[in-house]
C-alpha cells in the first residue's frame, strides 16, 4: 500500500521532470513532411507522428539526465529550484530509472522504422548526453551542440518520411536553432546576474555585448538563407511552386517580434513558453505555417 501511494505521489513529480512543455522542440521532425510534399498522406502523417513521439521520449531521458546531473547548480537558479529533483521532491533512482527505459525502449521503435532513422535517433541521444557531459563546458561549441541537435531531429523526421534531405533544411534548423540559443543564454546571462556563472559556468566566457554580436550574426543568416532558399528556382521546380517567397513576410515579423521580446521584455529564457505564451508570436507561426501550405498543396500556389 505504502509503495502504491509512493507511486501515486513520484508520477505527477516524474511527468512534470520529463518536461512534456518542450516537447513543441521536436515539432521540427514535421518538417520534412510538409516540404517533402507528403503532407496530405495518412501513411506518412503516421510515420511522421511516430518519429515526433520517439524524439519526445528521447528529449525527455535527455532532461532527466540533465536534472540528476545538474541538481545541485540548479539549487541556485530562481527557476530551476523548483524542479522536482533538484527540490529533492523525486528520488535520483526513480528519475534515472525512467531515464533508461524512455532512452532504450525510444531507440528500439526508431529501429522499427529504419536503421537510418535508429542511427540518427541514437547519435541525437549520444550527442546531447555529451553534452550534458562535459560540451557544455566549451565556449561556442556549446551552443553549436545544441543547434546539432535540433539538425539531427530535422534530418531523421525526413528520413522517417523518406523524402530527399535538400541542404536548406540543415543550413536553416542550424542558423534558427542558434538564434534561439544565443537569446537564450542572453537572457541568463541578464536574469541571473553575476550568480549567472555559479549555475551555468560556461557563462563566464560570454557577454551580453559577444552575444548581442552573435545573434546579430544569426539573425541576418537566418533571413538571407531563409529567402534564398524560398526564392531559388531549384526550390521552385522540386516543391513544385514559385510562391514560396511569399511567406517570408512571416519569417521577418517572426524573428524581430521574437528580439522584441528578447529586448525590450527580458524574454528568450523559455523560447517554447514565449511561442505558446506570444499571442503575436504564435499568431505569426500559426499563419506561416498556413501560408506555406497553401503555397505547397493548393491550386493557388502553382
Same mark, same amino acid.
Given at each position: 500500500?505504502?509503495?502504491?501511494?509512493?507511486?501515486?505521489?513520484?508520477?505527477?513529480?516524474?511527468?512534470?521532470?520529463?518536461?512534456?512543455?518542450?516537447?513543441?522542440?521536436?515539432?521540427?521532425?514535421?518538417?520534412?513532411?510538409?516540404?517533402?510534399?507528403?503532407?496530405?498522406? *495518412? %501513411?506518412?502523417? +503516421?510515420?511522421? #507522428?511516430?518519429?515526433?513521439?520517439?524524439?519526445? !521520449?528521447?528529449?525527455?531521458?535527455? @532532461? =532527466?539526465?540533465?536534472?540528476?546531473?545538474?541538481?545541485?547548480?540548479?539549487?541556485?537558479?530562481?527557476?530551476?529550484?523548483?524542479?522536482?529533483?533538484?527540490?529533492?521532491?523525486?528520488?535520483?533512482?526513480?528519475?534515472?530509472?525512467?531515464?533508461?527505459?524512455? *532512452? %532504450?525502449?525510444? +531507440?528500439?521503435? #526508431?529501429?522499427?522504422?529504419?536503421?537510418?532513422? !535508429?542511427?540518427?535517433?541514437?547519435? @541525437? =541521444?549520444?550527442?546531447?548526453?555529451?553534452?550534458?557531459?562535459?560540451?557544455?563546458?566549451?565556449?561556442?561549441?556549446?551552443?553549436?551542440?545544441?543547434?546539432?541537435?535540433?539538425?539531427?531531429?530535422?534530418?531523421?523526421?525526413?528520413?522517417?518520411?523518406?523524402?530527399?534531405?535538400?541542404?536548406?533544411?540543415?543550413?536553416?534548423?542550424?542558423?534558427?536553432?542558434?538564434?534561439?540559443?544565443?537569446?537564450?543564454?542572453?537572457?541568463?546571462?541578464?536574469?541571473?546576474?553575476?550568480?549567472?556563472?555559479?549555475?551555468?559556468?560556461?557563462?563566464?566566457?560570454?557577454?551580453?555585448?559577444?552575444?548581442?554580436?552573435?545573434?546579430?550574426?544569426?539573425?541576418?543568416?537566418?533571413?538571407?538563407?531563409?529567402?534564398?532558399?524560398?526564392?531559388?528556382?531549384?526550390?521552385?521546380?522540386?516543391?513544385?511552386?514559385?510562391?514560396?517567397?511569399?511567406?517570408?513576410?512571416?519569417?521577418?515579423?517572426?524573428?524581430?517580434?521574437?528580439?522584441?521580446?528578447?529586448?525590450?521584455?527580458?524574454?528568450?529564457?523559455?523560447?517554447?513558453?514565449?511561442?505558446?505564451?506570444?499571442?503575436?508570436?504564435?499568431?505569426?507561426?500559426?499563419?506561416?505555417?498556413?501560408?506555406?501550405?497553401?503555397?505547397?498543396?493548393?491550386?493557388?500556389?502553382?
Amino acid at each position: 500500500m505504502a509503495r502504491r501511494a509512493a507511486a501515486g505521489r513520484s508520477l505527477p513529480l516524474l511527468i512534470a521532470s520529463v518536461r512534456p512543455e518542450q516537447w513543441t522542440k521536436n515539432l521540427i521532425v514535421f518538417a520534412g513532411l510538409m516540404f517533402g510534399g507528403r503532407l496530405l498522406e *495518412g %501513411a506518412a502523417i +503516421l510515420e511522421a #507522428a511516430e518519429a515526433f513521439a520517439i524524439f519526445c !521520449a528521447l528529449s525527455s531521458a535527455v @532532461y =532527466l539526465y540533465n536534472d540528476i546531473s545538474d541538481r545541485d547548480a540548479d539549487r541556485s537558479h530562481p527557476l530551476k529550484r523548483m524542479r522536482p529533483i533538484a527540490a529533492g521532491e523525486l528520488r535520483v533512482r526513480t528519475a534515472a530509472i525512467a531515464a533508461v527505459i524512455l *532512452g %532504450a525502449g525510444a +531507440l528500439v521503435f #526508431a529501429w522499427r522504422i529504419s536503421p537510418v532513422f !535508429a542511427a540518427l535517433a541514437g547519435g @541525437y =541521444l549520444a550527442l546531447l548526453l555529451l553534452y550534458s557531459a562535459a560540451l557544455k563546458h566549451v565556449v561556442i561549441i556549446d551552443v553549436l551542440t545544441i543547434a546539432g541537435g535540433f539538425v539531427l531531429r530535422a534530418v531523421a523526421g525526413a528520413v522517417a518520411v523518406q523524402v530527399p534531405i535538400g541542404p536548406w533544411l540543415p543550413v536553416c534548423t542550424t542558423l534558427l536553432a542558434l538564434f534561439l540559443v544565443l537569446s537564450k543564454r542572453r537572457h541568463e546571462l541578464l536574469l541571473l546576474g553575476e550568480g549567472a556563472t555559479d549555475h551555468r559556468p560556461i557563462l563566464q566566457e560570454y557577454s551580453p555585448y559577444l552575444l548581442d554580436q552573435m545573434i546579430a550574426v544569426v539573425t541576418a543568416s537566418t533571413v538571407i538563407a531563409y529567402s534564398i532558399f524560398a526564392t531559388s528556382p531549384d526550390t521552385a521546380e522540386r516543391l513544385g511552386t514559385p510562391r514560396l517567397g511569399l511567406t517570408i513576410p512571416f519569417v521577418l515579423y517572426g524573428i524581430f517580434r521574437y528580439l522584441y521580446l528578447v529586448h525590450q521584455k527580458r524574454g528568450g529564457g523559455a523560447p517554447t513558453t514565449t511561442l505558446v505564451t506570444d499571442g503575436p508570436l504564435l499568431a505569426c507561426v500559426a499563419l506561416w505555417a498556413a501560408a506555406v501550405g497553401l503555397c505547397l498543396y493548393s491550386p493557388l500556389g502553382h
